[in-house]
């Protein structure tokens, strides 16, 4: 068993209307069925028309790819200098939206195909109906990745073949149940392709050899490799989530949350905030049952899910400055409360208490 | 021109103390000098004996487990429910610091080479000393990924070639110099070994031909993959780095900061705030010099480096519940100052105007 990676010599330039299926074909007559195509993405946009006419340099130009950078992207995942990681149309997350000025005219952008997926289709059909071929086709671009240094070619669009081989209810010589394994072979044979093509110049299809029985239809195609942004533990970058925390502090909403407060993240919160809070205020957690009662009785509008109260007073003697310095350190508290994933209102202080005011958690 | 990816068949279960090299070459004698051989490391780990017991279920189990992740974790990068991706001491991120418990017995879990490059090193040069075989070695692993689903295989250790083919300086067919393209390719061979070792059963090794001219030892290994955390834009979890930013609002340092604030953003936080402040509540950005030099004179303590004032009154009547509130929303104005990046500091008012506080910016 071996599994063989070749490069398809001779493309040439690729130019908007060109018919890649016939280019493909003539370049490589010794194409077999079951072989895996890797096409470079920058060739299915240029036959495809996905260019846009920019100006060579200066600001202009980086006020038209400035453009044409939001055209592409759905959402901003993280931005530092003119950094922009960004998540397409497509799902994909990509610096630039996959933007490409290289091995094009200085004139012209490269945006991503349309549908990567549609594309690898409609060649494998072409490839198929033609030229009696029956390959899997990928549609392959470079990308860059958190926490690992230098790039790698992945698969934005398949058709022939499912993007992931899942092994998830296989069991090991060992007896255990392989639970997580579902691996992108996509990306894998992507990878593969650009050894071949970054060893050759200007070679913009690869081919796996060997690794395919059989070509299959029934899959949805690099879609199923699109993560959810919901599902994903590095939605947004790391800056652009502090400072979201931050404006969250800011406009945290009013209102105990509908579960009990955990006491322990309560005292957590009051001690992450005891380095900070004005000299001698004093924040006292209550959650006895009795205490809350009288207060529902005398606080107007104490809701009745509170589960909790923080009593707070400022420091004496009492004085307007005070009072504010006082209101700034429990909004400190309703932050910590909220880093704790507890919600919070603040309300006024409960008649004939000696607090100045209290917070509901 | 082709690569071929060919699978080491026979090597069988490796255990401790086992000699990987006389395994590989007993089981390969076809191999050949230029040969880039890619060996999972759990066969690396249980040669080198990188086992530790645990009970094979329970909570027992799962306490004895999180000790282990814990030995085994530099940071914890991401957390949520069960799932916990950490930066190992080596400065890989990875879920569970690359601790599998499959291919192995259910009484032990198989950790990383404690240095997969040394590993890949030793490898390389026994397989040339003892079988006068000048062959490239990679460690490989399975990961996840941010953004995508499904698993990829990628290097955790190299010897015998770079990790990083750097394109960077050449210049395309258009005249374009070509910035960014240092490839991994250590990940895409991985990624290729793992297609072939996919598609056999335990076959823990795969060789790469014909992508080496020259093994070459002058390199750094695949350290050149970690990137360093203050360089990523994803350094943390979307939730821990939001988590993060609370905890920041709620700590707010005192202190206007070193450099002017830009007006506008001053302004976008008051915007921010708007909706959330007390009704009726004023808040005026002042950044006419004079004014500020006046205050300067008046105010102890004000810092000569400020560079505005948001003068704020509560809503009249001057109550002390007022007052508290106040405090809370000039809190809530600092930590919208915070997310666009400005410093802020709580002032008492300045004797003689009508604000009840001040903040610095």
């Known amino acids: 068993m071996r599994l063989e990676i070749l490069p398809v010599l001779g493309i040439g330039d690729v130019t908007e209307g060109d018919d890649l299926a016939a280019l493909i074909a003539t370049a490589a007559p010794w194409l077999r069925d079951g072989d895996v195509l890797v096409v470079t993405s920058k060739v299915v946009s240029k036959a495809e028309g996905r260019l846009v006419d920019v100006p060579a340099d200066g600001p202009d130009r980086v006020a038209a790819r400035d453009e044409v950078l939001a055209g592409e992207t759905a959402r901003v995942v993280a931005a530092r200098g003119a950094t922009r990681i960004v998540q397409t149309h497509h799902g994909f ?64 669009g398949v058709a022939g073949m499912p993007a992931i081989r899942d092994h998830r209810g296989e069991i090991d010589p060992y007896g255990n149940e392989l639970h997580l394994t579902q691996m992108a072979v996509v990306d894998e044979l992507a990878g593969a392709g650009e050894l071949i093509k970054g060893k050759c110049d200007q070679v913009p299809v690869a081919v796996i050899r060997g690794y395919l029985g059989e ?147």
């Open 93 to 156: 997350v990509m610096a630039s939206a996959g933007i490409d000025a290289s091995n094009v005219d200085k004139t012209r952008l490269v945006l991503l195909p349309v549908d990567p997926d549609a594309s690898a289709r409609a060649l494998r059909s072409t490839l198929r109906e033609r030229y009696d071929l029956d390959v899997a086709v990928i549609v392959s671009d470079t990308m860059g990745r958190p926490w690992r240094n230098g790039l790698t070619d992945v698969a934005l």
């Open 215 to 361: 070509t299959r239809d029934d899959d949805e195609g690099a879609r199923a490799l699109v993560r959810d942004a919901s599902l994903d533990l590095f939605s947004l970058g790391t800056a652009e989530a502090r400072a979201a925390g931050l404006r969250e502090a800011a406009t945290l909403a009013d209102g105990p949350g509908p579960s009990p407060a955990d006491p322990a993240a309560v005292d957590r919160a009051i001690a992450a905030v005891a380095g900070v809070v004005a000299p001698g205020t004093v924040l006292t957690h209550v959650t006895d049952h009795e205490v809350r009662a009288g207060l529902v009785a005398t606080v107007p509008g104490w809701p009745a899910s509170a589960t909790g109260l923080i009593l707070g007073a400022p420091p004496a003697p009492v004085d307007p400055a005070d009072l504010v310095r006082f209101g700034a350190d429990l909004q400190r508290l309703r932050t910590a409360l909220a880093a704790e994933g507890i919600s919070s209102a603040l309300l006024p202080p409960p008649p004939g208490s000696t607090a100045s005011a209290a917070l509901a958690v």
